[in-house]
């Protein structure tokens, strides 16, 4: 299994356009890269391509990833689109890719509902091309493609409902990926208020929120009121966990780990834990 992190940054990128925090601003000195908001893609065979949230910056994320070329006239090697959400930096991105002819969908009821009755996105998509939905239930195992498969998982949370979906089950999921050919697998969790320890454990790489630092970094809210464990929590509860590799994704531009030289990088590092950058592959 082939992973390609087409995005590692949080809502709004890095930098985000109306801020001038310590990130941003090395960012736009050419002293730390830019990063695109948060999706990943997964292969089996490197021909045929799933990806993992549609972000705003779907089409730069395309064109910097040859595996996501097209190979004709529209036809490409995109097989699908899974959503852990519907935030719109996990979602904007669909109304982007609105030329294909069909696209597949896996969401949750709950995700589902809120993209068509709630945000009313997807119900502007399909003016354009046609939708197939796939419903995932989190718990129940999903062939993807031969040699590929997935469970979704239900991650609770508290967050602000911006669209009237409620706090209910499946509103915001992970997925636990497996290549059934290498036994490899991998975990998907770009957000979370707390560690789902039963389905983190024994995995060989693990793709965690990395949305803030600390609780308290975001001026006027906290990193769990916005649905996010800070990194801090989960430095000290990982050494419990089975897991081979820990990359940080969904980084908030105002995270210090961003940062190559500050002691929260440091820190990471120094656990063994990895921050994600725009197009790092990891194969499983």
């Known amino acids: 299994m082939w ?75 995109l097989e699908a689109v899974l ?81 009237g979906a409620g706090a209910g089950f499946g509103r915001v999921v992970g997925y636990r990926l497996t290549d059934e050919r290498t036994g490899g697998t991998l975990v998907y969790l770009p957000g979370a208020q707390t560690l789902p320890r039963a389905e983190i454990d024994d995995c060989d790489c693990l793709l965690l929120d990395g949305t803030c630092w600390s609780d308290d970094e975001v001026a006027g809210t906290t990193s769990r009121q916005m649905g996010h464990l800070p990194v801090t929590d989960s430095l000290a509860q990982l050494p419990a966990l089975d897991v081979r590799r820990t990359i940080f994704v969904h980084v908030n531009n105002t995270n210090p780990i961003l940062l190559d030289d500050t002691p929260e990088r440091r820190a990471v590092e120094a656990s063994g834990r990895e921050v994600a950058m725009d197009g790092l592959e990891v194969e499983l």
Not at 112 to 122: F, K, M, N, R, Y
Not at 123 to 148: F, K
Request: hydrophobic share 40%.
């Open 83 to 163: 959503l852990t959400d519907a935030e719109l930096d996990h979602t904007l991105g669909l109304l982007l890719v609105r030329e294909a002819r069909a696209l597949r969908l896996y969401a949750t009821p709950a995700v589902h509902e809120t993209l068509c009755d709630g945000s009313g996105l997807l119900r502007l998509l399909e003016r354009y091309c046609a939708v197939e939905w796939r419903a995932v239930v989190p718990g129940a195992d999903v062939t993807l493609t031969d040699g590929l498969s997935c469970r979704a998982f239900d991650v609770p949370t508290t967050k602000r409902d911006r669209f």
């Open 3 to 77: 992973v390609r992190i087409l995005g590692s940054a949080a809502g709004g990128g890095s930098p985000q356009w109306n801020c001038g925090c310590p990130v941003c601003t090395a960012v736009r000195s050419g002293s730390a890269p830019s990063r695109t908001q948060s999706s990943i893609a997964v292969s089996v065979d490197r021909r045929r391509w799933y990806l993992f949230n549609a972000s705003p910056d779907v089409r730069a994320q395309v064109e910097a990833f040859p595996g996501l070329h097209p190979s004709g006239d529209r036809v490409t090697p």
